[in-house]
């Protein structure tokens, strides 16, 4: 039973080491917004996806915690939150 918890433990602490050396940073952020305005199809809409991305890269508040990022972001009058973990940007609801 010890060693069935040192294990759980042991595994919990290498994730937690994980989550804390793969902390997306501000530039990585930058190149996430970059990369997504590519994906969207047909001119007018990679144009319109490009102009809000650039208002995103002007206006965001970056916040580095010890084991993951936070990104508030707006584009027009929507507030945009993203979560940087494991080296990831995920758009928050």
Partial sequence: MKSKALMILLVLLGIL???AFTSPDADSYKEYITRSSGRQQGVL??????AGNL???ALYEYDEYLFFSRVSTYRGTEEKNYLGLFGLWIPLP
Avoid: K, R, T, Y
């Fill in 17 to 19: 080491v994980l989550a």
């Fill in 45 to 50: 809409n990679a144009l319109a996806e490009g």
């Fill in 55 to 57: 208002q995103e890269l």
